[in-house]
């Protein structure tokens, strides 16, 4: 079955410490993994994309990581920030007959930084 | 902002009743895909349109059809509203042109079934 488990569910923090968001994943074939920020609200927007090939793609003060032979990723935020409060979901997602992808989305972790 | 506006923004409506949900990609986008996303879960995949005709579908009965365009905009219809599908509809409009095929969302429409 094309699973995506994410962990913790919810997490705080205070501002300017770190934080690492893990991502499990069952789904086949494998195309690529994503990791999209959620505001309350609002669509989610998109953080870092990797292929199978890649194992760490950085943007800004985040940062993920692919082991694609144990299906695991990770998101890493550095320095955290009170806008960094959102939901974090990761996306993997598989291509099929026909043409486009499906995209198999984690149920997100929520994460809320606090002064 | 990523392009994909959504409309309308809330809307709530009964049991039995039917909706329809707009959404305009984002320019050069081809591919449209919708989501439902209950409240703190994530978006469950309902179908994609990609040049004007159904490209996948998820786990959702035939009550909820599209539509796409030839601008590729595109429209989601729910016939016979249950209570459960209240939530966040998300629209995502794609390019299969672009190497990495990357979603971006509308804001989404909130629905409320009463």
């Known amino acids: 079955k094309n699973q995506v488990e994410q962990s913790p569910q919810s997490l705080i923090i205070l501002e300017g410490k770190n934080c690492t968001l893990q991502?499990?994943?069952?789904?086949?074939?494998?195309?690529?993994l994503r990791w999209y920020k959620q505001d309350t609200g609002r669509g989610p927007v998109s953080l870092t994309i990797?292929?199978?090939?890649?194992n760490t793609k950085s943007n800004g003060r985040y940062t993920a990581t692919l082991d694609a032979d144990t299906k695991q990723s990770s998101l890493h935020i550095t320095a955290s920030q009170l806008s960094d409060s959102a939901s974090y979901i990761c996306v993997v997602t598989r291509s099929f007959t026909g043409g486009g992808n499906k995209l198999t989305f984690g149920t997100g972790t929520q994460l809320k930084v606090e002064l | 902002e990523t392009g994909v506006t959504q409309s309308p923004t809330h809307l709530i409506k009964t049991r039995g009743q039917q909706v329809t949900l707009r959404c305009s990609s984002q320019s050069g986008h081809n591919t449209v895909s919708w989501y439902q996303q209950a409240l703190g879960q994530g978006p469950q995949f309902i179908f994609q349109y990609y040049r004007e005709e159904e490209n996948g579908r998820g786990n959702f009965p035939p009550r909820f059809s599209g539509l796409q365009f030839p601008n590729y905009s595109s429209e989601l219809n729910v016939n016979a509203l249950e209570l459960d599908d209240s939530a966040l509809y998300l629209c995502?409009?794609?390019?299969?042109?672009?190497?990495?095929?990357?979603?971006?969302f509308g804001p989404g429409t909130r629905l409320t079934v009463l």
């Open positions: 995502a409009s794609s390019s299969n042109q672009e190497p990495t095929d990357t979603q971006y």
């Open positions: 991502c499990n994943y069952t789904v086949s074939p494998f195309s690529n």
């Open positions: 990797m292929t199978f090939s890649e």
